[in-house]
Structures are given as structure tokens and as C-alpha cells.
């Protein structure tokens, strides 16, 4: 138990408290401006918005051909804030033409593609402009963390998701499925303009920088295409689950039946977000590391299991906050809580610790084996089990990329001591 508590010691110096609040409060607030869309818009014209907002999810983690994940390794081994500043802006200038660029290509592929459902291509051009304000807010809050400005970056977590609950309100209100996304899109641009500034970068001030090389761009290239993989994990299910059973309803179902499990990873999550500067600015030192992932991980195994009674206890009762008629999928809530265990375990560790050594490429391996089995096994689970057959299939993923990310990077790091 010691060991536990150093570890929440040596987070909590960190404003880890911080991190996790706003975590916890940001999630509150998401969740409720979910149920409120679920509320104010039918179930059908929603399940459209959900479909297309998947794709565009899919999409968003590779804004700026993904220099925001090299600003984040790179600049967590940069020594002087005026490097780190220097860089920013180098990112930004580059990610943001980057972005433009994909946002136009969405475009032209959604008019060209047949989707299953009405409007989806019209709700994917539009959804598409989100990747542009997603990347300039992902390397807002990114440099705050290599500042070690935790508060800060906790309270913007907050200001983007109290703006969200109010645009969703207001505009799903007034609007219904249109107004929903609008909204998704309005969030973030407003959120921007409250903390842009608090960076206080002198843009017209550089520092010569010799990491911007070809290794740069790689790294963040293979990083942002293992995070598009890892988030089209989740959405593939939702798009299976249209396409194969060609009903919006189920569609909505999922995601809502889904939303608590999913939303649990915010655990891990809050932890790595913190910790993610501190452990690759000592990534050399072997005795750090090798405490760090056994305090981790002890905690994080007594979490599940906490995780895990409480569902089987309360199923019914939590799937009922959203609709009594969800307490049918019961089962399926089940086998997401025990899959998603597999994540805080393992996965959400060492896919960071990964990512840390600078091989990013490894996670973007990994989830592109787990991707094609989960393509696989869905054809074949959700026409014959429902939802339900989607929700096996991401519980074997979740453990299955965890326990492999663990293996990888146990071989990995024993080199990449003895070169370093």
C-alpha cells in the first residue's frame, strides 16, 4: 500500500489534483451535454450526427499530419521555455497549412462517397472544419504541459466542456441535429480565444532548433496515425454497427450504452497527462521507470476491480440515467466495463511509455493488427449478437493491445538503455 500511496504523492505535487478535478468535472459536464442532446433530439436524426462524428473522430487525431504528438515528445526533451516556445510556433505554422489541407480533402470525399444515411456526407463536410480549432487547441493545451502548468491546462479542460454543455443546450434546443453540430464545432473556437493568450509567446522571437528534421515529422506522423487507429478502435464499432444492421437507433443505443465504459478511461488518462513530461524527461533513467510502472499498474489493478464490482452491483440502475430501455443491454455494459480494465492496466502505460522511447510507429503497428481483427470479428458478431457482438469484440481489443503494448516495450526499452 505504501508504493500506492507514493504514487498519488508524487502525482498530486504535480497538480495531478488539479488534473484529475478537472477531469472528473469536464467528464460531468460531456456526459451531461450528451444525455441533453439525447433529450432534445430524436433518436434517428442524433444516431446521424454520432455516425458522422465518428468519422470526422477518426480524422481529428491526425490534424497537422500529428506535429502536435512531436511537439509533446520533442518538447518535453527540450531544456529552456524559449526552445519549447520556438517550437511551438513552428508547429503551429506548419500543422495549421497541414489541416487546411485535410479539411479540403474531406470535403471532396464526402461528396463522393454513398453513405447508408441521409445528410451523413452533408454532416461530415461540415464536421470536418472541427479538425482545424482541435489542432491549435491540442498544442494550446500541450504546451502548458511541457511548462508544467498543470492549472491552467485543468481549468481550459473545464472552460471547453461548461461551453459545450451551453452551445449543446442552446443550439439542439433551437435547432435540433443541425444545432448539435454546430455546436461541436463552436466549442472549441471559443475556447481558444479565452486562453490563447495566457501562452504569452513572443511569436516573432525564435530560437534556432536543430530537432525539426526528418525524424520530427516521422515521429509525429506514426504518432497521430497510432492515435487515429486507436480512436477508429472505438468508432469502428459504431460504423459496423450502422452498416450491418443498417439502423440508426442501434447506432444511438451503443454509443449511449457505451458512453459510461468509455468514459472511465478519463482514469488512466488523467494520470498520463500529467506524468507524461515528468517520465520522458527521466525516460533514461531505468530505477525511475521500473517504480513508476510498478506503482502504476498496483494501482491501477485495485481501480478495476473497484470498477468492475460497482457495475455488477449498479448495472441497471446506471444504464437507466439515460433511458429505462437501455437496461437491456445490460450484458453488454458488462463485458465494455471488463475490456476497458484492460486499458487502465496496461494499455493507457505503456502506449504512452512507448511513445516516450520515440516508437510511436510500434502503437500504430499494434493497432493496426487490432483494427483489422476487430473489422473481422465484427462481421461476423454483430449480425449474429447485436451490440452485444461489438462489445465482445472491443473487450478482447482493449486487453489484447495492452497486454502486446507490455511486451513490446519491455523488449524495447532494454535497447534503447543500452544505446542511450
Given amino acids: 500500500m505504501k508504493e500506492i500511496q507514493y504514487f498519488i504523492l508524487d502525482f498530486l505535487k504535480r497538480s495531478g489534483g488539479y488534473v484529475f478535478s478537472a477531469t472528473i468535472i469536464s467528464r460531468l459536464l460531456s456526459f451531461s451535454a450528451s444525455w441533453i442532446a439525447l433529450q432534445l433530439i430524436p433518436n434517428k436524426e442524433l444516431g446521424i450526427v454520432l455516425f458522422a462524428f465518428n468519422i470526422i473522430g477518426f480524422i481529428i487525431p491526425f490534424g497537422g499530419v500529428g506535429l502536435h504528438q512531436s511537439l509533446l515528445r520533442f518538447g518535453a526533451l527540450l531544456k529552456t521555455n524559449e526552445e519549447k516556445d520556438s517550437l511551438f510556433v513552428y508547429v503551429l505554422k506548419k500543422g495549421m497549412i497541414a489541416s487546411l489541407l485535410i479539411v479540403l480533402l474531406i470535403i471532396i470525399g464526402s461528396f463522393l462517397i454513398p453513405f447508408t444515411f441521409e445528410n451523413t456526407g452533408y454532416y461530415v463536410a461540415f464536421l470536418s472544419f472541427i479538425i482545424i480549432p482541435h489542432y491549435l487547441l491540442s498544442i494550446i493545451k500541450i504546451q502548458f504541459r511541457l511548462k508544467h502548468n498543470n492549472k491552467t491546462f485543468s481549468y481550459l479542460e473545464i472552460i471547453y466542456n461548461v461551453i459545450l454543455i451551453i452551445t449543446v443546450s442552446v443550439l439542439s434546443y433551437f435547432f435540433n441535429a443541425k444545432g448539435y453540430a454546430i455546436a461541436l464545432l ?39 496515425l497510432a492515435v487515429s487507429v486507436a480512436q477508429f478502435l472505438f468508432a469502428i464499432d459504431i460504423l459496423l454497427i450502422g452498416y450491418l444492421l443498417n439502423n440508426a437507433e442501434t447506432v444511438t443505443q451503443y454509443k449511449y450504452v457505451s458512453l459510461i465504459p468509455f468514459s472511465l478511461l478519463f482514469l488512466s488518462q488523467v494520470f498520463i497527462q500529467t506524468d507524461f513530461v515528468a517520465f520522458t524527461e527521466k525516460i533514461k533513467d531505468k530505477r525511475y521507470i521500473t517504480k513508476y510502472i510498478k506503482r502504476y499498474m498496483l494501482f491501477f489493478s485495485f481501480i478495476s476491480l473497484g470498477i468492475i464490482g460497482i457495475s455488477f452491483l449498479f448495472s441497471h440502475q446506471l444504464l437507466a440515467l439515460f433511458d429505462s430501455s437501455f437496461i437491456k443491454f445490460s450484458d453488454t455494459f458488462l463485458i465494455l466495463i471488463i475490456g476497458v480494465c484492460g486499458i487502465l492496466i496496461f494499455r493507457g502505460l505503456f502506449g504512452n511509455l512507448l511513445s516516450s522511447i520515440g516508437k510511436a510507429h510500434i502503437n500504430y503497428y499494434i493497432g493496426s493488427a487490432a483494427l483489422a481483427l476487430n473489422i473481422g470479428s465484427n462481421y461476423f458478431l454483430i449480425p449474429t449478437y447485436g451490440i452485444k457482438g461489438a462489445a465482445i469484440t472491443s473487450a478482447f481489443i482493449m486487453w489484447f493491445t495492452g497486454i502486446i503494448s507490455y511486451v513490446w516495450f519491455l523488449i524495447l526499452y532494454k535497447k534503447y538503455c543500452t544505446i542511450s
Fill in 186 to 224: 463552436l466549442t472549441p473556437c471559443i475556447t481558444i480565444l479565452f486562453f490563447i493568450k495566457k501562452l504569452n509567446i513572443k511569436y516573432s522571437k525564435k530560437v534556432s532548433l536543430n530537432i525539426t528534421d526528418l525524424a520530427f515529422w516521422k515521429y509525429g506522423f506514426f504518432a497521430s
